[in-house]
């Protein structure tokens, strides 16, 4: 049976930061409160897009005042409170890429068959049919790689599911952090989603928000005959692929014996 696992890292390339920082501070060997992520400043990260600078990645803590990835940097700093003075740090998304896979590679610990989640480079896709005995069944084994990412002062979302995008879909934009679907229910779990958990263009969905079509569910409704006509082929085969009905694959990381 198919078992695909989802773990999206919100906020990964700020975490990577947080925690380089962390360690390298003269109390980190001794204090807990020093390598707490609460203690953490906030942080905002940007790249240069046609002589503007466009936020790259934020925090947790910018992204609850608003803060969102793609809006201009001092849109972004104006929003936020005039007490709040966050760290304005370029963005490296090589360095981050490769952080990105010598995760993956540890990440072989729990599955054989790990790949980053390209091109966002912010998760990872496990194979993990045949692997949940190991860790005292699925349930547990959730917990498990929850806990390995927050040792490693990383916040994640994680979902499973018997596609892995389905589980990608589920890890982020469920309700829930840690998510589990059923063998057999993806379409259940899809359907309360928005229609970018399918991973569409942003041209495709405001299409059909146009229509009214605003979750997964509604646009299942629709006729597939009339959708490569009125969208692409696109949206139908991501939604073949989110319920197995087409080949999906992941490139797997091959660490060094």
Do not use: W
Not at 50 to 57: D, E, K, L, Y
Not at 113 to 135: T, W
Not at 189 to 210: K, M, Q, S, Y
């Amino acid at each position: 049976m198919p078992r695909a696992m989802a773990v999206f890292l919100p906020y990964f390339a700020t975490d990577l930061r947080s925690r380089a920082q962390r360690r390298s501070s003269p109390s980190a060997a001794t204090s807990r409160r020093a390598r707490s992520v609460s203690d953490d400043p906030a942080r905002v990260l940007f790249l240069e897009s046609r002589g503007q600078r466009m936020v790259s990645a934020r925090c947790a803590r910018c992204a609850s005042m608003g803060v969102r990835v793609g809006m201009p940097l001092t849109d972004a700093l104006a929003s936020m409170p005039s007490d709040e003075k966050p760290l304005v740090e370029a963005a490296t998304p090589e360095r981050d890429a490769q952080a990105l896979r010598a995760l993956a590679e540890r990440m072989t610990r729990f599955s054989p068959i790990v790949a980053p989640d390209l091109p966002g480079a912010d998760g990872l896709l496990l194979d993990i049919a045949g692997c949940e005995h190991l860790f005292g069944g699925e349930a547990n084994m959730v917990r498990a790689v929850a806990r390995s990412m927050r040792r490693s002062g990383l916040s994640c979302r994680v979902g499973v599911a018997g596609t892995f995008a389905c589980a990608r879909a589920v890890a982020r934009f469920g309700p829930h952090d840690y998510a589990s679907v059923p063998p057999g229910r993806e379409a259940d779990a899809l359907t309360p989603l928005p229609l970018r958990a399918l991973g569409v263009d942003d041209g495709t969905v405001e299409a059909l928000n146009e229509l009214g079509v605003r979750t997964v569910g509604r646009s299942m409704h629709l006729r597939r005959r009339d959708l490569p006509v009125r969208f692409g082929d696109a949206l139908l085969l991501r939604l073949d692929i989110a319920l197995g009905r087409a080949l999906e694959t992941i490139e797997p990381v091959r660490p060094a014996p």
